[in-house]
Each structure stands twice: as structure tokens, then as C-alpha cells.
């Protein structure tokens, strides 16, 4: 395995994350100062963190808060034992989980912790021209520090400098891909009377709602930001290769994986959770009982940001997650440009709460999966089978872990063992 | 003027009052017994009050609960000062009022006060099969309580015996005359999938989204019950008079005010105080944002009963009030049959909310009346000019209130005065 050996402080200037990386507010300026070596260390460790760890990985989250970047990701090239890890953590006064988590953790972080594919991604990022956003920078979305230890490591931006800076007045709009010509028009009309009104949109830029959104802001010549599951440099959808350039170049295009990441299942349920928190409130247009936007809706009032729905007719399937918002989770109607906004002012409204999180799991007669199911099938082909070390550097989990979950969906016939690797065998 | 001289104990038997007209519970039957005779006093007194007070009017309902409504109507027909009056009532415990209060009162009562006006009502309810129904007959809604001293004096019934009681498992689903397909989709829905669950349905037999409700019941083979504005012996609107035919057959058309009495704008709104009032839960299908509707949404809010409102395409004015209901009032938001059980089910939500009295005055471009206006405006022709006090009886208002209101309206160029009478000279 082709580890990391040490945490480079020779990480060459001029690249990906230097091109537009803005250096903390009041620090000097390069020079070799002890001060910008310990910066750029930080800032690749930063880099390879977002690769290594899946987002939401709250033990990553942890200790990079506890001990840095790069002392965190030193810990796991020199593998260190979690007793070590947990003696550093506690002396920097943080609690990073127990053995048996970080133990769980570094298996899941071991098998990625590879030079290349970091230095790879970074190439990547300084091709297509993203830079790389650390917590400390000014540029950092205030809204993320609500996630807590689910806070991304990193993010990766391709657009203007400073521009993620109007995600500090952007309202999330957000819905179905097989939005009806209502849905599409309501997107529209909301985020053109936003857009109009000062305010950002935020999306992911999926087919349907979120692509209206993203289009109605830019004909409005407003702000809008892209939150991508993937890295910055493929956009996808593919068919929304034009609009996420466009946006790009008004707007910024995000992501909390490098260049080079594929979007899976769990990246996109992850992604949502950057949506509702970067925003100041979540609008959802259109939702089918089953939608994605539900998940988003539900991180938006998980993290006790301002809610609404936009209710349609009861005939049309694609309203009735927004209904169910209304009905169960005392989202706010909106239906015009002003609500929404009157939504954002609404401070009262701003606590937690704590119902919902039964919205993470809508009801449907299909099965739903444990989290590592998901990312386990996602690592998955149904063509040429992995190896089980292949698939845990993929899933991000331990090798451990995805024996055992391999084991299962084996026994339901979800996957199967072929030449030594494993396939999926069903649709998910 | 042909006043009542005195109460008659004589009030005929097999007139209108005792066809069908059931005793309360437990009470002997007929016979020259002083509790039949006065029983008979009794209703003949509570028919008499539902002609002389016009409905909502909180005096009368105090001063007939007080008294009881033979030696109520008494006092007025004595012409006992007011002083007499509120010592009457002191003597009894109750408190009815101030003396200005009362003196007010008696100038709105005493014009309507004609022996001939009530036993024409009476003939003609004889006539058209209706039945008075007292507030101590075991018929008497239950849910009228809420509404304390504007409980109406008596209701007029024209439908099978007993068949009142089923309000007291009936939802009222109401909404606008100018439906649009889809709310009279979604009111044959609800209507229909409430029946089939053994719900009554209450209503206003209006055009649009009521006479859906109605008939759905009707096609479902429920029980239904309509509220009019106006005198059972004419049914209105006339378009609905098949309906109402039908209604009066296997449900029940109702009536606070007597035989003869036409529907006028301030009937109407009272009158949704009893839908609201008389039924487990109100539920708005379609509604401008100045809907009649809204004004039943308002009554049930404040009488504490569940309400709810079915959302709509937000491109749909008819759907502007239902969205209206969920934003600032609380009402939830219902999609199906069972949403509207469930509604009847929570019992958390039946207090009262106090902040919905801004709903009985919708946001309109159009000037809103005060009370005294529109009921003097309902009494005026807009050919043949009426005195005062003709218009001081036809409103159920005092001369001198009449005059006062006529003055301002003349003032404004709403009313004008002609021949030594008075007409109207605007649209309302």
C-alpha cells in the first residue's frame, strides 16, 4: 500500500490549493515562515482528509478539531494505536469517541491513505481550476458550524473568489427531478422573485426543481450555488454540464469531496446536509413521498433552520412530500417570493426540532438499508467483481466492517462472490 | 303596532310547534297539566324570540337563558324598563347586560314585535313540515354550547325526526362558490370517503364546493345537514332547491330563523357560526382570499374546533385562502379522508386560538362594514324607499340605531332618502 509517508511541508506552491486558496484573514503573507509551512501543511492535510474520511465521518471531524489536520493525519500515517490518538485528543482537552471508534475509524480511513490519489485529485482541482476552502478561511459557510462534528474537513469550489462568501444570504430551493410543469414554474417564480430580492439560491442541481432553481437566479442575474455529491471537476448530472459551467462562472460549484469522486447514494444524502445548513432557510418546491428533497427538508429542521413547503394539488404525487412537510413537520406554506422571505425572519422558528427525525427515513414498501448497506453497495459494480479491500477504500469503511455487511446482502442475495471479488446482483 | 298582548298559554296544539316538535326527555306527555301547558308557553316563546332577535344577538341569548324564553318575552311585551329587566335577571342570577345595554335591546326587538309576523311563520312552518327544536330537547346540537349567549333561541328543522342527532358525528366541509373542477373533485372526495366512514356532512348548501359536499354525502348514501341563512319554508339558493328537496329527506335543512325570514348578508355570516359550531371539525376545500369560507374557518378556530384546509396549486386564486388558513392560522393541512378523521382526533388542538379573530375580516381592497351597516344595508331596497322604522324591523336594529347608521351612510352616497323613505343606492 502506497501510504503516505509523512505530511509533506514541501507542498508545492502554485498548486490546486493555493490557486485562489485564501490564507486565514490577518495571516502573513508566504515568505518561509514558520507560519505559511505550517499553513501549507495544514491545507493538504486539509486536501487529503477530504478524500479520506466520507463526509459526515464524525470521528474525522473530531480529531481534526482536536489535534488539526495535519497532526490528525500524521496519527494515521505513523498508526498510531487509538490509545495514542485518544491520549493526544485528551490532552488537546477533546473527546474524539472510544477505542473501539477510533479503532473502527482508522481501518476505514487506512486503506485510502495513499500519496497518490491525493496528489492525483490535487492535479485535478488545479486543471479545472477549484480551490480549496478550509474552515479557517474567511470564505468558510457560517451556516455549516451547526453541523457539529458532521462538518465538512474541506470544501472544493469552482467559480469567482470571495463568491461563496453570498451563501451568508442564499435560501435553499430544492425538489423533485420528475418535477411537473407547476413544480418547474413555482421553482421559477420563487427563486426569480429571490434572486430579484437579493437573495442567493442554493441547490444541487439536479434534473427538475433544484435545475430551475439554479437557472431562474441566473436569468435573474442573482447568486446561485451548486452543492455537488461528486468532485467539482466531473459535473453531473452530465446533461447539466452546461448550467453547472455557467454557474461556475457567476456562482460557485461545491463540493466536499476532492476531484475524482464519484457520487454515491450516501454522498448525495450527505450533500444535502450541506444544502440545508450553507443556507439560511430550505424551500422545498415539489417532493414525492419518497423524494430526496425530504432528506434536505429534514437536515434544514434538524439543524433548526426555517422550513417551508410549497403545497400543490392533492392529485399530483409530486406535491405530496411537500404536503406531508405541512402536515407532520410543521413546515411553513410559502407560495410567493415575499413568504419565503418572511420565513427567514422568522427567529422564533429557529430551535431544533427534534421530530424530525423520522423524515430521514420516508415510508415506502421498500426496504430501507442501514447506512453501511449503502455505501457498501455503492462501492459496488454489477459487472466486474471488487475485492473486499477494493470495496472498503471505495465504501470508506473498514475491511472488518465490509466483510461483515457483505456477508449479509449475500444472505438476501443482494450481492455476490465471483473470481475472489464481489458484485451487486439487484437493483438498489 | 299589533304587539303580542300576552304570552298565550293557548298556543293551538297540532300547529307547527308540536308537529313533530319533540317534548325534552322524560317530559309528560300533553294532557291540561301546567308542565304541558307551560312547556307549550315555552316553545311558542322560543319561536316568537327567533323572529325578534336577530341571530348572534348575545342580549337576548342572555336574557332568554335567564328568564327562560316565556317570561323573557314577557318583559318585552310588558314594556318593563330595562331597570325591571336587569332586576329580574339579578333576581335569577344572571347577568344580562348593561342598562344601556338592554334599552338598546328592547328599540331593536319591540318593532318586530307582532303577534300576526310569528303565527305566520308558524302556519307556514306547519305547512312546509319544519319543526322547532328548543335548546332543551335531547335534539339540540351539542356543539352549540360553545358558542355561550349567541347560541341561537331555536332551530328550524325540516328532515326526518332524530336525524338531527347525527350532527354530532358530522364534519362540515365548506368552501366556495366559485369552485374551480379540482375543488369540487377534492369536496366529492372528502365528502364521500367521510360518509363511507360514518361521518355526517355539514354545510351550506351554497353553490360550488357545499353542494358538492351535500351531494357526494347523498351519493354515498350519508347522512348530510345543511345550514340555511334564510326560512326553511324557501329554499335557497332556488337553483338548489332539488337538493335541498333531497336533503330535507334522508338528512336535515336547517334554520335559526323562522319561516318567511329571507337570507341577508349578516344572516350568512351567522349562520356559519352554526356549521362551525354544530359540527366535530371544520374543513375549508377552496377559498378566495375573501371567501365566505373563511369566515366559518374563523368561527371554528374560535370555538376551539380542529380545521383544516386542503392545499392547492398556488396559481389557483380559489386556493389562495386554504394556503391563507395553513400559513397564519394553524389549520392543517389535509389530503385524504383519514387526515380529516385524524383531525377530529386530536384533541390538543381543541382550544381555543385567540389569534384568529383577524381572519373574520380578510385582507380585501374592498371596505369592510361594521356590523350595524351591513344589516341596515340588508333591510333597504334599492327601489321602493322603507321608513325607519320598517328598516329598524326588517335589521332587528333600534330606531335610533337605524337612524344613526342611515345618516352615515347617507353621508357617503351609500343610501338616499326619497318620499320620506329611505333606499340604497350602491352595490354593498
Chains 1, 2 share one sequence.
Not at 505550517?38 to 491545507?43: L, N, Y
Not at 495513499?114 to 470564505?139: F, N, Y
Not at 444535502?272 to 439560511?280: E, H, K, Q, T, V
Request: aromatic fraction near 4%; include cysteine; hydrophobic fraction near 45%.
Amino acid at each position: 500500500m502506497d501510504a503516505v509517508s509523512s505530511v509533506s511541508p514541501v507542498w508545492p506552491h502554485g498548486s490546486a490549493g493555493d490557486a485562489g486558496g485564501a490564507e486565514p484573514d490577518g495571516a502573513v503573507e508566504p515568505a518561509a515562515s514558520d507560519v505559511s509551512v505550517a499553513s501549507a501543511a495544514s491545507r493538504f492535510a486539509h486536501a487529503a482528509w477530504s478524500g479520506i474520511a466520507e463526509p459526515g465521518d464524525a470521528t474525522a471531524g473530531r480529531l481534526v478539531a482536536a489535534l488539526g489536520s495535519a497532526a490528525a493525519l500524521e496519527c494515521v500515517v505513523a498508526r498510531q494505536s487509538p490509545a495514542t490518538i485518544l491520549g493526544l485528543a485528551r490532552d488537546a482537552g477533546a473527546a474524539v469517541g472510544t477505542a473501539g471508534e477510533v479503532e473502527a475509524a482508522l481501518e476505514r480511513w487506512r486503506p485510502r491513505l495513499t500519496t497518490s490519489t491525493v496528489l492525483t485529485s490535487m492535479r485535478q482541482a488545479e486543471r479545472c481550476g477549484a480551490r480549496l476552502i478550509v474552515p479557517t478561511d474567511h470564505e468558510w459557510p457560517e451556516g455549516f458550524e451547526g453541523l457539529g462534528p458532521h462538518q465538512p474537513v474541506a470544501l472544493w469550489a469552482r467559480g469567482r473568489p470571495d463568491a461563496v462568501l453570498g451563501l451568508r444570504s442564499a435560501i435553499a430551493v430544492v425538489g423533485a427531478r420528475a418535477a411537473s410543469g407547476y413544480g418547474e414554474h413555482m421553482a421559477m417564480e420563487l427563486s426569480a422573485g429571490l434572486a430579484d430580492r437579493g437573495f442567493g439560491i442554493v441547490s444541487g442541481a439536479a434534473y427538475g426543481i433544484d435545475g430551475m432553481a439554479h437557472r431562474s437566479a441566473l436569468a435573474s442575474s442573482g447568486q446561485t450555488f451548486a452543492f455537488l455529491a461528486g468532485g467539482v471537476d466531473r459535473f453531473y448530472p452530465t446533461g447539466h454540464d452546461a448550467l453547472l459551467t455557467r454557474i461556475a462562472e457567476v456562482g460557485v460549484v461545491l463540493s466536499e469531496l476532492p476531484c475524482g469522486s464519484a457520487p454515491t447514494k450516501w454522498r448525495f444524502l450527505q450533500r444535502n446536509r450541506l444544502i440545508a445548513a450553507a443556507a439560511l432557510a430550505t424551500v422545498v418546491v415539489e417532493a414525492g413521498v419518497r423524494s430526496g428533497s425530504l432528506n434536505t427538508a429534514a437536515h434544514a429542521a434538524a439543524l433548526g433552520r426555517p422550513l417551508g413547503a410549497v403545497p400543490g394539488p392533492v392529485t399530483s404525487p409530486s406535491s405530496a412530500g411537500c404536503h406531508r412537510l405541512l402536515r407532520e413537520f410543521d413546515a411553513v406554506c410559502v407560495t410567493t417570493p415575499d413568504e419565503v422571505v418572511q420565513l427567514v425572519g422568522e427567529v422564533q422558528r429557529a430551535s431544533p426540532q427534534p421530530v424530525l427525525r423520522g423524515l430521514e427515513a420516508p415510508p415506502s414498501t421498500q426496504k430501507r438499508r442501514p447506512a453501511e448497506q449503502v455505501r457498501v453497495l455503492d462501492a459496488l459494480g454489477r459487472r466486474a467483481p471488487r475485492s473486499v479491500d477494493e470495496v472498503a477504500r471505495r465504501a470508506g469503511l473498514g475491511v472488518a466492517a465490509v466483510q461483515s455487511v457483505l456477508g449479509a446482502l449475500g444472505l438476501e442475495g443482494a450481492v455476490e462472490e465471483q473470481h475472489g471479488g464481489w458484485r451487486s446482483v439487484t437493483s438498489r
